[in-house]
């Protein structure tokens, strides 16, 4: 027995039978895409709901978190502030004072014969009274201490130099204390 099929159609049957069997193949491939297209987006629908709630939990606990920092931060933020405000009038204070060992530099610098330093005191400005230098020592001579005392004046940095007229009381080896204003 022949087991062999033969095709008895004419040529454009033929042709048109493979046509539509490739349209029903392709038919069916798209209704099958379709099917595992829906079911996986109904599979992926539980996930999303769940993303979705957990989203919307955390922005509310963001937002809860915000409202309760801003609240304790502010008045936290506004001390800090006003400190930072404080230190930066200060800062800017200092930076216009010359530095102690620039004017004690200048006060070393004063030619001072037959005068011997003992000591220097300084005190700092404050918002009524300018800086101040207490220079202690002894002088040789009265020209000495007056050229000494004239010396100092003379120097730009220096509003006055206060002498007590009792520091003129002896002719030779004065103890003397002179009390140095700063100009501001």
């Known amino acids: 027995m022949h087991t062999e099929l033969t095709n008895l159609l004419p040529y454009e049957r033929q042709h048109a039978l493979v046509r539509e069997y490739f349209l029903r193949l392709g038919v069916v491939i798209v209704v ?50 006003t400190a930072l405000s404080n230190n930066m009038s200060i800062l800017t204070t200092i930076a216009r004072i010359p530095s102690v060992s620039t004017i004690i530099r200048t006060m070393l610098a004063v030619s001072r014969p ?29 020209d000495a201490l007056r050229n000494y005392q004239l010396a100092l004046e003379g120097v730009p940095s220096i509003q006055s130099a206060n002498l007590p007229i009792s520091a ?17």
Do not use: Q, W
């Not at 379709?34 to 996930?47: D, G, H, K, N, S």
């Open 32 to 81: 099958l895409l379709t099917a595992i297209t829906c079911v996986a987006a109904l599979l992926l629908l539980p996930t999303y709901v769940l993303l979705s709630a957990s989203s919307n939990a955390k922005e509310m606990r963001l937002a809860s978190m915000k409202s309760t920092l801003s609240a304790a931060d502010e008045a936290a933020l506004s001390t800090h502030l």
């Open 114 to 142: 037959g005068i011997k330093l003992s000591s220097l005191g300084y005190k700092a400005a404050t918002p009524k009274s300018p800086s101040t230098i207490v220079i202690t020592g002894t002088s040789a001579t009265r």
């Open 168 to 184: 003129y009381a002896k002719d030779t080896d004065i103890a003397f204390v002179v009390t140095v204003t700063l100009a501001p």
